[in-house]
């Protein structure tokens, strides 16, 4: 090779590698090179130079530089833009695939990452509307599948870059497509699954598989996600995707995610509607579900945080003069956005705007008299129904942005909402909107419920027509003038038939058809008779009317009960609610309609929150719920959270729970009420007894009903009976070492991995639980050894075999080291420790020795007696001995321990060794989880 080309090229090389300013020229003086010299050997130091760079994994702009160079000078001699063009590829480009190629599977990782690095920025360099030969696109192909099963993501990351130019979206049966697919859905790398979503084509397909990548468990996959969803048109999408894409994103725990659907989706869909918000909202088509109306406001609500006030209120169809939408022009949609919008402004304090869109409260109760009456004209399909229940909702959502001093408004309030009660339109969500504001309406509580009441006593009230169906129409005089008006038609009938039958005979059939004429008729007058005589005769005494029971009016009037007795100001049972109650709420407990009984249900359960008695009476119906109705898991829901509210509201002794042990069985009331620490001054209260029920004590029963439904095939009522254990145990109304071993497998069982919200109420009462109660240290002492029983006993089938039993030990003692609890004095590592060498030192032991020995890398001894020192070095070294005749490895983890004993745990020990429970879940999600049970008990206990 001539020596000056080698030095000339290598010296372009070397200026092109500080600045991109220099390429174009650069490029010109190669070219020149390339024309003046020989194909191989200007192709063999051309890539003797491109190796460099190529070995040079770290990202670096001297780098960057010269790659970009090499990539536009390959590519600078051929045109790819013609796919007809029969000129064939440069020869120097098809030297430097194939030495692409040849260095794709090289075995340092680096060169194997810039290589597909490389070969991406080539394709990327060819143009947009490039073509290239099938079988280099093939070799190309083929080479980038093998490095998808490289061992380093990095590098699958940059072959997916590199293959992203040979998709083809139009082809069905692509294999690059079907890779893509492959491992987004498989690849355990997150770096991978997002680089697919940042380069993959854009069809039906793909576009299913990203849908599903909005949960994924990466807050970076997830926000690619929406980003490649957010450069698809929203008329792509079904409704019910698009409410989950945004309830999901808006509701996001990562900020990063959030933002990005505010941002980035949210406006790409209003761009599509050309910035109309209430087109947007159309297509979220918010007035046919609970769900949609949700998502469509918090939709809202992210749009008008940055949006210009003059701009949302320019698109209100309000009428100028009377500041309302004209009934004609009313839809789900402009009301939905009128109500946000009224909020937004005055959540911003804007309130000359706020006046601008609404108007005084009197014009506006009166507007909601007109949308009713003009309803109640038409006659309505379903789904019709259902939208002007929406709007009325959303109506009456906005009357809570007025100011009730103006006496008069109020007063018109007050009536429109109780005519809207007895509307027939009023559904269970109108229900509840209008009587728990009916609170603000109405102060006075007797007021109050004496209007309610009143309303239920209307609903209830016989129609006119079924009272006129009551009343007599006969007399007995009538009656039997009727009866024998009735015979001599008969007697006229028979003739007749007599005279047809002859005329048939004669043949005479005009006569016959003729008389057949007047013998129908004849029937009918008889058949008419017949009806009047089986109407009631006259008496003198009215007949009792019954009060109507249909399923719609029992919706209405149950729904108005168990709303108004869930305001704070109603604290007891007064003598409305009861007579409601009586006459009321347990006759519907037998109703065939069982969304009815579940009303009642639910009403009984609020009526013996607010009456201990009448708990003490009906505690145990809610029990019969799963034996008399075991098909009926809506019943068994409300029946569980109704048996959970009533205990924490009264404790289980208040029940008499611990009376039902078997028959004969001795029970020593006195270890209920054991003896417990004196509270401290800076504790919520101070006492000498513990009222807290202990389950290995008495009531197994009991808790065996409830522990049952942790196992149920229903995941909701799996959650509410997890919830309801936990809320008992945390509020000491229970004591269960057993309870504890059962939820902390539960909470690590592989059934329960896709139950999201199972495993972060569980996450979250451990940690709480640990911290807050005062028995929980020891409890959870006693449930160490029996959950690791449990695992270890568990039959070869079962899923807890997927259960690793160190993890379960490494939580429980990091829930019991020092400094967890309040009380910074308690320390059961110290009992523990004996425990756990006791059993390791058991020649008949369940557990694996080796689980036991390791565990005690995680305890946190601090022994002040000398004598207990001594007898845990004794314990130690039998220990010792005993790990050295079977598994040798396991003596470095009691040496480790014996050391700390003696000098104390090192720091750095404490830094490598100590596993934090809260580490498996994400540390924000964990937070707000505890604030979410904290919160929730508190409002329990409140009630």
Not at 358 to 375: G, K, V
Not at 619 to 642: C, G, V
Request: charged fraction near 30%.
């Amino acid at each position: 090779m001539n020596k000056q080309l080698k030095n000339n090229i290598r010296e372009l090389f070397n200026k092109v590698q500080f600045t991109k300013t220099c390429h174009k020229s650069m490029e010109k003086k190669l070219k020149g090179y390339y024309e003046q010299s020989n194909l191989d050997d200007f192709a063999e130091e051309f890539i003797s130079c491109l190796m460099l760079p190529l070995a040079i994994a770290e990202k670096h702009p001297h780098v960057e530089n010269t790659l970009i160079f090499a990539a536009n000078f390959a590519v600078g001699f051929h045109s790819f833009s013609n796919e007809e063009s029969s000129e064939q590829m440069n020869p120097f480009l098809v030297k430097l695939f194939d030495f692409l190629m040849r260095s794709h599977n090289a075995v340092d990782q680096g060169v194997r990452f810039r290589v597909c690095y490389f070969l991406n920025m080539v394709l990327t360099a060819m143009g947009d509307t490039a073509y290239i030969d099938d079988v280099l696109c093939d070799k190309i192909t083929n080479n980038m599948m093998d490095r998808l099963l490289d061992k380093s993501p990095k590098v699958r990351a940059q072959a997916i870059l590199a293959l992203q130019r040979l998709q083809d979206p139009s082809d069905d049966d692509c294999p690059v497509i079907k890779l893509f697919l492959f491992h987004l859905c498989k690849d355990p790398s997150s770096e991978v699954r997002r680089t697919i979503l940042s380069c993959m084509a854009r069809t039906q397909r793909t576009l299913l598989v990203a849908l599903r990548r909005t949960r994924d468990v990466n807050e970076l996959v997830r926000k690619a996600a929406y980003l490649f969803i957010s450069k698809v048109s929203v008329r792509s999408l079904s409704i019910k995707q698009r409410e989950e894409l945004l309830n999901d994103g808006l509701r996001d725990r990562n900020d990063v995610v959030k933002n990005c659907v505010k941002k980035e989706l949210i406006y790409s869909w209003l761009r599509n509607y050309n910035g109309d918000f209430i087109a947007l909202l159309r297509a979220l088509d918010p007035g046919m579900n609970i769900k949609g109306m949700e998502t469509a406001v918090l939709t809202l609500k992210s749009l008008l945080e940055t949006s210009d006030v003059k701009v949302l209120i320019d698109q209100l169809p309000l009428d100028v003069q009377t500041r309302l939408i004209p009934i004609d022009k009313i839809s789900s949609e402009n009301i939905l956005f009128w109500r946000c919008l009224a909020e937004h402004l005055k959540r911003e304090c804007l309130i000359e705007e706020l006046e601008d869109i609404i108007p005084e409260l009197s014009q506006f109760c009166q507007y909601i008299r007109e949308l009713l009456a003009t309803i109640s004209s038409k006659q309505l399909e379903t789904w019709e129904r259902t939208m002007n229940q929406f709007m009325l909702c959303q109506l009456f959502e906005m009357v809570k942005l007025y100011d009730l001093a103006d006496e008069c408004g109020r007063e018109n309030l007050r009536s429109i909402m109780l005519d809207t009660l007895m509307h027939e339109l009023c559904s269970d969500k109108i229900v509840q909107c209008i009587v728990e504001y009916f609170d603000e309406v109405i102060p006075d509580v007797d007021r109050r419920l004496s209007d309610l009441a009143e309303v239920i006593s209307e609903l209830r009230k016989p129609s006119k027509q079924t009272q006129s169906q009551a009343i007599p129409q006969l007399t007995e005089e009538e009656a039997n003038q009727k009866k024998m008006l009735k015979a001599r038609l008969k007697v006229k009938l028979l003739e007749m038939k007599e005279e047809q039958y002859n005329c048939i005979r004669a043949k005479e059939y005009l006569k016959a058809e003729e008389l057949n004429v007047e013998i129908t008729k004849l029937s009918k007058e008889i058949e008419d008779i017949e009806e009047e005589l089986t109407i009631p005769m006259a008496t003198d005494d009215v007949a009792e009317e019954k009060e109507k029971n249909d399923s719609q009016t029992m919706t209405v009037c149950l729904e108005i009960m168990c709303t108004m007795m869930q305001s704070p100001s109603i604290m007891t049972l007064v003598p409305t609610l009861r007579s409601l109650l009586d006459h009321m709420v347990l006759d519907s407990l037998e109703h065939p309609d069982i969304n009815i009984h579940e009303l009642a249900l639910k009403a009984v359960a609020i009526c013996c929150q607010l009456d201990g008695e009448l708990a003490k009476k009906y505690f145990t119906m809610f029990f019969l719920q799963f034996s008399i109705y075991p098909e009926e898991p809506k019943l068994w829901i409300t029946a569980l959270k109704s048996i959970f509210d009533l205990l924490l509201r009264f404790g289980l002794e208040f029940f008499d729970i611990a009376q039902t042990e078997e028959e004969g069985a001795a029970h020593d009331r006195s270890r209920r009420n054991k003896t417990v620490r004196l509270y401290t001054d800076n504790e919520e209260c101070s006492a000498v007894t513990s009222d807290q029920f202990d389950v290995e004590e008495g009531g197994d029963k009991f808790i065996k009903v409830l522990t049952s439904l942790l196992d149920n095939e229903s995941q909701e009522l799996r959650v509410i009976a997890t919830e309801g254990l936990t809320k008992l145990l945390f509020c000491r109304r229970i004591s269960s070492a057993r309870l504890l071993s059962r939820l902390i497998i539960l909470w690590h069982n592989p059934v329960s991995e896709g139950d999201t919200y199972l495993s972060q109420c569980l996450c979250s009462f451990f940690n709480s639980f640990a911290v807050c109660v005062p028995d929980s240290q020891v409890m959870l002492e006693e449930a160490f050894l029996p959950t690791l029983k449990t695992l270890a006993n568990a039959p070869d089938r079962s899923p807890l075999q997927g259960i690793d039993p160190l993890r379960i030990s490494e939580i429980i003692l990091n829930l019991t080291k020092p400094g967890i609890h309040k009380d910074s004095s308690l320390n059961v590592h110290n009992d523990l420790v004996f425990s756990i060498l006791a059993e390791a030192l058991n020649p008949n032991s369940e557990i694996e020795p080796e689980v036991l020995i390791k565990s005690l890398k995680n305890l946190d001894v601090r022994l002040e007696i000398e004598t207990l020192k001594e007898n845990l070095k004794e314990a130690l070294n039998n220990a010792l001995e005993k790990v050295t005749e079977f598994d040798k490895r396991l003596v470095k983890y009691i040496e480790q321990f014996k050391a700390k004993l003696d000098a104390g745990e090192p720091k750095e020990m404490q830094e490598d060794d100590a596993i934090s429970v809260t580490s498996e879940a994400n540390s924000e999600a964990m937070s707000e989880a505890v604030s979410d049970v904290a919160s929730e008990v508190a409002s329990d206990l409140e009630k």
